[in-house]
């Protein structure tokens, strides 16, 4: 094969049959879409080693998809039910899953979703890296994360979220400026916590101790996060 990715295969002037076939879906000029790939106004989750799969298209000038969220979790651990959402979503058009995961056994689960689903499933892997792993948070290398990333993608997934909104300078601002509310979201609240043991910026609360700062920016964070979705 002369590509190994959609983009790849837009950037070498190559129109591939997924691309084809959502050009048809959208009612475009397949090479209209294959430029709009190629620029990286669209993009084609698809992943060879999940089938059978129906791609989509997602981005600039192309309909709205549905994405369905589930998965396993502490609070609700029964994956017979989760599988029957897969089903009754996939039947209701949607066109994508969202496997949010974040308790037990993880990668079962995974495998069994894309075994069944004939639309393009996604992943959180920083859930899963808690989650599978067992380690602390304290513990967690970027070695770690990027071994579950390759895990996922072996596995057939057709697309990751990365909190790639939470960096070194957000959290700092936050530790000089403390939140009047706990962070909401998972995958933030994870990554804030394990940035505030990394980071060594004085916290007005904390009064200059390593300790209470790690201690304060574990609180804005949450109590540790939730294994709701």
């Known amino acids: 094969m002369a590509y190994r990715t959609q983009m790849e295969a837009a950037k070498k002037g ?26 990286g106004e669209v993009v084609i989750p698809y992943n060879k080693n999940h089938r059978p799969v129906r791609p989509q298209g997602i981005g600039r000038g192309l309909r709205t998809k549905i994405n ?14 989760e599988l029957a959402k897969a089903d009754r979503a996939v039947a209701l058009k949607a066109d ?6 974040s308790y037990g056994r993880t990668r079962e689960f995974r495998r069994q979703l894309l075994a069944r689903s004939p639309v393009m499933v996604g992943t ?11 380690k602390d948070l304290t513990e967690l290398t970027p070695g770690d994360f990027l071994a579950v990333v390759r895990e996922h993608a072996e596995d057939g997934v057709d697309f990751i979220t990365v909190h790639a909104g939470l960096h070194r300078e957000v959290v700092t601002h ?14 933030g609240a994870l990554l804030s916590r394990r940035w505030c043991l990394d980071l ?10 390593h300790t209470a700062r790690t201690a304060a920016c574990t609180a804005r964070a949450g109590a540790g996060p939730r294994s709701s979705r």
């Open 96 to 101: 994508a899953l969202m496997d949010l995961s």
């Open 200 to 209: 060594r910026v004085p916290s007005r609360r904390s009064g200059g101790s």
């Open 68 to 81: 369905v969220n589930l998965g396993v979790s502490k609070d609700c651990y029964q994956a017979e039910k």
């Open 174 to 187: 936050f530790k000089r400026n403390p939140r009047l509310t706990n962070i909401v979201s998972r995958g």
């Open 14 to 39: 190559i129109v591939t049959l997924e691309l084809q076939r959502i050009a048809g879906e959208e009612r475009l000029a397949p090479e209209e879409l294959r430029k709009r790939v190629a620029k």
């Open 124 to 134: 959180v892997p920083v859930y899963d890296a808690v989650a599978s792993l067992r």
